[in-house]
């Protein structure tokens, strides 16, 4: 099992896919800049909800938000994704999700990882 690339098209339904299945998983969020530097923005913060935003221009986002459900969420903003890909884990899952934007790499690590049934209905 290796890498698998989620097209574009189906981007917004496995956000909503995540959404629903996946609330209040415990989500780690790492930023690689384009020098390779990296940023935690959150660790083990369960998941509130991940969208995508395709807008009229170049400047579809992707938005996480983070917290407890009693919580106002922190928010997470992904500009110009360019590629979503799931790195493969143990016993058939997926960690951690990466996806590449201009602005650099988001990896997304869920705990539980992602079992392959979340991509029922994707292309990928």
Same mark, same amino acid.
């Given at each position: 099992? #290796?890498?698998?690339?989620? $097209? @574009?098209?189906?981007?917004?339904?496995?956000?909503?896919?995540? +959404?629903?299945?996946? =609330?209040?998983?415990?989500?780690?969020?790492?930023?690689?800049?384009?020098? #390779? =530097?990296?940023? =935690?923005?959150?660790? &083990?913060? $369960?998941?509130? @909800?991940? @969208?995508?935003?395709? +807008?009229? #221009?170049? @400047?579809? =986002?992707?938005?996480?938000?983070?917290?407890?459900?009693?919580?106002?969420?922190?928010?997470?903003?992904?500009?110009?994704?360019?590629?979503?890909?799931?790195?493969?884990?143990? &016993?058939?899952?997926?960690? $951690?999700?990466?996806?590449?934007?201009?602005?650099?790499? +988001?990896?997304?690590?869920?705990? $539980?990882?992602?079992?392959?049934?979340?991509?029922?209905?994707?292309?990928?």
């Amino acid at each position: 099992m #290796g890498t698998k690339e989620i $097209p @574009s098209q189906d981007w917004d339904g496995v956000c909503r896919r995540l +959404t629903e299945l996946r =609330q209040e998983a415990l989500l780690t969020v790492e930023v690689v800049r384009t020098d #390779g =530097q990296r940023d =935690q923005v959150a660790r &083990n913060v $369960p998941l509130h @909800s991940i @969208s995508f935003e395709k +807008t009229a #221009g170049c @400047s579809d =986002q992707i938005l996480i938000e983070l917290g407890a459900a009693n919580e106002k969420p922190a928010r997470h903003v992904i500009v110009e994704p360019i590629h979503i890909l799931l790195r493969p884990a143990e &016993n058939g899952s997926y960690n $951690p999700m990466e996806i590449n934007a201009e602005s650099g790499t +988001t990896l997304l690590t869920f705990r $539980p990882a992602l079992r392959a049934d979340f991509l029922e209905g994707v292309r990928a």
